[in-house]
């Protein structure tokens, strides 16, 4: 870094403070601020993302947005960090049937929004067994048989790696604020404005400028009985 561009000592020390004390909402608009810091910004958001794992606090978009930044660094340093303590990212890739959910949290932690949508679906295909992957589409009947520890993580997945604002829990909490008005939520959620239905997949906003709970789309465009299945199911309330 440029000396003369390099920001005060205090700065960084402001920042690091702020991180480690201030609302979530800030410590998410800090987190990108140590970058310009370069190393010494690096070892801030790697002791933040430590210290949350070893004192056990579960882990939400802080860890996904922390974990994000310092895996595009590319930096070696800090992809040996990362390779040792968060080989499979921060959100535990955990499965009652031995899907792997890698691939998903490597495309979510990219940002990679669109292609992560696709695998989200071809994973509840997995879920629902060898003929709905073939189909490459699933049943409602088929999703009130997930494990709760499945559709935990794919959700965990979506909110860690949208600073909350996509996943399955939060399409919920918008379906009941409506009152579990269908056609209340569509709009809120941008999938369909006025008596248009927004078309896949050039008019889906794939990036976190979309609103809250537009992502993942949940097959949306084989009707409402899926949708209310996924959004029915235990796992919301267990």
Request: hydrophobic share 35%; proline share 6%.
């Amino acid at each position: 870094m440029d000396a003369s561009a390099q920001p005060q000592t205090s700065d960084i020390s402001e920042l690091e403070s702020q991180l480690n004390s201030g609302s979530e909402k800030t410590q998410l608009q800090v987190m990108p601020n140590l970058l310009a810091w370069e190393e010494a910004g690096y070892q801030i958001l790697q002791n933040f993302l430590l210290s949350r794992q070893q004192q056990s606090v579960p882990p939400n978009c802080l860890d996904g947005r922390c974990y994000e930044l310092l895996f595009k660094t590319q930096a070696p340093d800090v992809q040996a960090f990362l390779q040792q303590h968060f080989e499979q990212g921060v959100i535990p890739l955990n499965s009652e049937q031995g899907i792997d959910y890698l691939p998903l949290q490597r495309l979510l932690a990219q940002q990679e929004f669109q292609s992560a949508d696709a695998l989200t679906l071809k994973k509840l295909c997995e879920l629902s067994g060898p003929t709905a992957v073939n189909r490459k589409w699933i049943y409602f009947t088929e999703v009130e048989q997930y494990p709760i520890t499945d559709l935990h993580t794919i959700n965990q997945l979506w909110l860690a790696h949208s600073e909350g604002k996509f996943g399955y829990s939060v399409q919920r909490q918008l379906w009941l604020s409506v009152g579990k008005n269908w056609e209340a939520l569509w709009p809120k959620i941008h999938w369909r404005s006025g008596r248009n239905w927004t078309r896949y997949p050039h008019e889906f906003t794939w990036n976190l400028s979309a609103p809250k709970g537009h992502l993942p789309l949940s097959n949306q465009l084989r009707g409402v009985q899926v949708l209310n299945a996924l959004l029915s199911h235990p796992a919301w309330t267990t």
